[in-house]
């Protein structure tokens, strides 16, 4: 019978789109067949009883560093992925700065797609970069399949990969009305009124990016989505008092979306120690207030989703051993955490499993277009599944971490919620500590890549 599952995997908290209930998730191949009640489970179908651990869809993080091809000293796709499957993240989508070379060219990116070859433990996606002298790029990188166009206001801390102006924006937003592709932008815009130099506390690295950096961006942002009606998506969103600006953007139609990092939700400024540039990123992580803010965007809908951007280097390159936030690399080692970091900040905050995948499931899929086949439990979709147990508890150590550099800010901290098994369509590839049948990820293009 085609309608004979190969297997069932069991829960009594399994996440679906109808709520948290006990069920039985049917899988033929790498799809879900369907999602039943336990006893419903046919006689001679072979079962994985995953107990009361939650069963929720594979995580989908939008925006990770993955630095391949050119710097996988820093990070490379099989380390991320690994890392990746083994916190529960079965896509990631690729940033294209970084790698060398970086992600501006139709040739570049066959550069990358080479470079993965055998190398990808979770399904993976690929932005392109706009800078200012690739506009005649990107039609044919929507054509090679990127999923969107990645910007900066600011410097990048790349040098081939400069700043964009207004003009470049408006070009690039008038190219992208032909397709149905976001802009991908960082949000700050320079003023120079703030450069300090030997930053060594923290409070003076946060002088030095201060949140009209952000607030005038989103501003121009907004106005520039309302001038070509075309999705631009703002990037990390750190600062609170941009809130506003986009929610009333969002209730006039415009498409503009943003998202927030786990070290915006989890971390605050007043504790961060003086010198410890393990915690530079940029924009920056602000005070306690700003963040009760964020969440209260996040659980209000303004901010759509939760990413890592996971943005590793070399450890030599955090210049911890001087302490100086302006000589130091700027970016958070996160993927693996990203999940326990946000469900113990739901935990203090009373939020569901449900609120969880839409953040971290969901709502990425959505945003890059495969909500048909991802983020969520539903019959017809990808069985990329993560579970997990919720009332477990772990401190974070340098072992445990499966990313190339194990230098991150997260070490030393108590959270909530660990990984047992990780299934990528269907695939079981992470099984209690254990990688499992890898590497079977795909490389995800967009529904206007040429077909060769």
Same mark, same amino acid.
């Given at each position: 019978?085609t309608?004979?599952?190969?297997?069932? *995997?069991?829960?009594?908290?399994?996440?679906?789109?109808?709520g948290?209930?006990?069920?039985?998730?049917?899988?033929?191949?790498?799809?879900?067949?369907?999602?039943?009640?336990?006893?419903?489970?046919?006689?001679?179908?072979?079962?994985?009883?995953?107990?009361n651990?939650?069963?929720?869809?594979?995580l989908?993080? *939008?925006?990770?560093?993955?630095?391949?091809?050119?710097?996988?000293e820093?990070?490379?796709? /099989?380390?991320?992925?690994?890392?990746?499957?083994?916190?529960?993240?079965?896509?990631?989508?690729?940033?294209?700065?970084?790698?060398?070379?970086?992600?501006?060219?139709?040739?570049?990116?066959?550069?990358?797609?080479?470079?993965?070859?055998?190398?990808?433990?979770?399904?993976?996606?690929?932005?392109?970069?706009?800078?200012? /002298?690739?506009?005649?790029?990107?039609?044919?990188?929507?054509?090679?399949?990127?999923?969107?166009?990645?910007?900066f206001?600011?410097?990048?801390?790349?040098?081939?990969?400069?700043?964009?102006?207004?003009?470049?924006?408006?070009?690039?937003?008038?190219?992208?009305?032909?397709y149905?592709?976001?802009?991908?932008?960082?949000?700050?815009?320079?003023?120079?009124?703030?450069?300090?130099?030997?930053?060594?506390?923290?409070?003076s690295y946060?002088?030095?990016?201060?949140?009209?950096?952000?607030?005038?961006a989103?501003?121009?942002?907004?106005?520039?989505?309302?001038?070509?009606?075309?999705?631009?998506?703002?990037v990390?969103?750190?600062?609170?008092?941009?809130?506003?600006?986009?929610?009333?953007?969002?209730?006039?139609?415009?498409?503009?979306?943003?998202?927030?990092?786990?070290h915006?939700?989890?971390?605050?400024?007043?504790?961060?120690?003086?010198?410890?540039?393990?915690?530079?990123?940029?924009?920056?992580?602000?005070?306690?207030?700003?963040?009760?803010?964020?969440?209260?965007?996040? *659980?209000?809908?303004t901010?759509?989703?939760?990413?890592?951007?996971?943005s590793?280097?070399?450890?030599?390159?955090?210049?911890?051993?001087?302490?100086?936030?302006?000589?130091?690399?700027?970016?958070?080692?996160?993927?693996?955490?990203?999940?326990?970091?946000?469900?113990?900040?739901?935990?203090?905050?009373?939020?569901?499993?449900?609120?969880?995948?839409?953040?971290?499931?969901?709502?990425?899929?959505?945003f890059?277009? *495969?909500?048909?086949?991802k983020g969520?439990?539903?019959?017809?979709?990808?069985?990329?599944?993560?579970?997990?147990?919720?009332?477990?508890?772990?401190?974070? /150590?340098?072992?445990?971490?499966?990313?190339?550099?194990?230098?991150?800010?997260?070490?030393g901290?108590?959270?909530?919620?660990?990984?047992?098994?990780?299934?990528?369509?269907?695939?079981?590839?992470?099984d209690?500590?254990?990688?499992?049948?890898?590497?079977?990820?795909?490389?995800?293009?967009?529904?206007?890549a040429?077909?060769?």
């Open positions: 019978m309608n004979t599952p190969d297997r069932a *995997i069991t829960s009594q908290r399994v996440v679906t789109p109808e948290v209930r006990a069920a039985a998730v049917l899988i033929k191949g790498e799809k879900i067949l369907n999602v039943i009640p336990i006893e419903n489970t046919p006689e001679t179908c072979p079962i994985d009883d995953m107990e651990n939650v069963i929720m869809p594979g989908v993080d *939008i925006h990770v560093h993955i630095n391949e091809p050119g710097r996988t820093w990070e490379g796709y /099989e380390t991320a992925t690994r890392a990746a499957g083994s916190g529960g993240i079965t896509t990631l989508v690729d940033m294209p700065l970084n790698c060398i070379p970086v992600t501006t060219t139709v040739k570049a990116f066959e550069i990358k797609l080479e470079s993965t070859y055998n190398k990808l433990w979770v399904d993976c996606g690929y932005y392109g970069g706009l800078i200012p /002298e690739n506009l005649d790029d990107m039609k044919p990188l929507v054509k090679s399949g990127v999923l969107g166009f990645k910007a206001m600011s410097h990048s801390g790349i040098d081939e990969f400069p700043k964009v102006s207004e003009t470049d924006l408006r070009s690039a937003l008038s190219i992208l009305a032909n149905d592709l976001p802009l991908l932008v960082h949000a700050e815009l320079e003023d120079h009124s703030n450069h300090g130099k030997d930053l060594h506390t923290y409070e946060l002088a030095t990016r201060p949140k009209s950096w952000e607030n005038n989103i501003k121009l942002l907004i106005e520039l989505c309302k001038e070509y009606q075309t999705p631009i998506h703002i990390h969103l750190s600062s609170s008092e941009a809130l506003d600006d986009i929610t009333q953007a969002q209730k006039e139609g415009l498409p503009i979306s943003a998202e927030t990092c786990p915006y939700l989890h971390f605050i400024s007043e504790k961060i120690t003086d010198g410890d540039t393990r915690f530079k990123c940029a924009p920056p992580i602000r005070d306690n207030e700003n963040k009760k803010q964020l969440w209260e965007g996040l *659980i209000s809908g901010i759509d989703f939760i990413t890592s951007d996971h590793p280097c070399l450890p030599e390159l955090k210049k911890l051993s001087e302490g100086k936030f302006d000589l130091a690399w700027g970016g958070i080692s996160s993927l693996q955490l990203s999940l326990p970091v946000i469900w113990t900040e739901c935990i203090d905050q009373g939020l569901s499993f449900g609120q969880l995948a839409n953040w971290m499931s969901n709502n990425p899929a959505k890059v277009g *495969i909500d048909h086949c969520q439990i539903s019959a017809g979709y990808d069985a990329d599944l993560v579970c997990w147990n919720p009332e477990e508890s772990f401190v974070v /150590e340098p072992t445990m971490i499966n990313f190339k550099n194990k230098i991150t800010p997260y070490e901290e108590k959270l909530f919620g660990i990984v047992k098994r990780t299934y990528l369509r269907g695939n079981k590839i992470f209690r500590g254990q990688f499992v049948n890898g590497p079977l990820g795909r490389s995800i293009l967009n529904s206007d040429e077909k060769n």
